[in-house]
């Protein structure tokens, strides 16, 4: 095998080996909180850990509250600085630092409609969304954030075709005009603030 041709097949391969080291990462960080809580069975020390695991708990099921230090003291009954101590050697980050992460990868879900299209071009694909997935995310918007926040409904933006073409049949001018109906329908029936983009109003395809 020449050095172009081995070169050409590193370069195919790398992506599979980029994502195989970052699962190889994440095992070898599990496996060493494991170890680090095995090693460390003093009384003291487990109970910090249960309350970290306990505060990963309170922060996922209250990241859109606003949460303080005074606040988490008071719910586990803990001092703060002790408990972001250990919480950064465990968890190689702070307690804020943590709480920001889980509200970006939530804030990154609200987006999912956007690519539930996507084929092998991206967007610019005639691949059809599957209803059932369709389903799951409007019902999420409005479970997940009940109670909770306000959420913004919205069926595309500029970056996108026009929602009755992707969530619609345009085929004949009866069905335009149901399904663009159908869209507006669904969109103001939900709770949260819909967003029409320009000319969607118009039934524009």
């Given at each position: 095998?020449?050095?172009s ?5 590193l370069?195919?391969?790398?992506p599979a080996l980029a994502?195989?080291?970052g ?10 909180v494991t170890?680090l ?5 003093s009384r003291?020390y487990?109970?910090?850990m249960?309350k970290t ?7 996922h099921?209250?990241y859109?509250?606003?949460i303080?230090g005074?606040?988490?003291e008071?719910?586990?009954?803990v ?9 950064k050697q465990?968890?190689?980050q702070?307690i804020?630092?943590?709480l920001t992460?889980?509200?970006i990868?939530?804030?990154k879900?609200?987006f999912?409609?956007m690519d ?13 969304y ?5 389903k ?5 918007w409005?479970t997940d954030l ?7 409904l ?9 929602a ?7 085929s004949n001018?009866?069905?335009?005009n149901?399904?663009a109906?159908m869209?507006a ?9 819909p967003?029409i983009y320009?000319?969607d109003?118009?039934?524009?395809a």
């Open positions: 095998m020449g050095i041709e081995y070169t050409k097949r370069e195919q391969y790398r994502n195989l080291t699962l190889l990462l994440m095992e070898l960080s599990r496996d060493y170890q809580y095995a090693a460390k069975k003291k487990t109970r910090s249960n695991i306990e505060l990963i708990h309170y922060m099921n209250n859109s509250n606003k303080t005074e606040k988490i008071n719910e586990l009954l001092s703060f600085d002790h408990l972001n101590r250990i919480f465990i968890y190689g702070t804020f630092s943590y992460q889980i509200r990868n939530h804030a879900d609200q999912d409609l539930i299209d996507a084929g092998q071009y991206g967007k610019w694909t005639t691949k059809k599957a209803l059932p997935e369709l799951r995310i409007l019902s999420k409005q009940r109670e909770r926040a306000w959420n913004s919205f069926w595309g933006n500029h970056d996108q075709p026009r009755v073409s992707r969530f619609g049949d345009t001018p009866v069905f335009w149901k399904s109906k869209l329908t669904c969109l103001m029936f939900m709770q949260g603030t967003y320009q000319g109003e118009l039934k524009k």
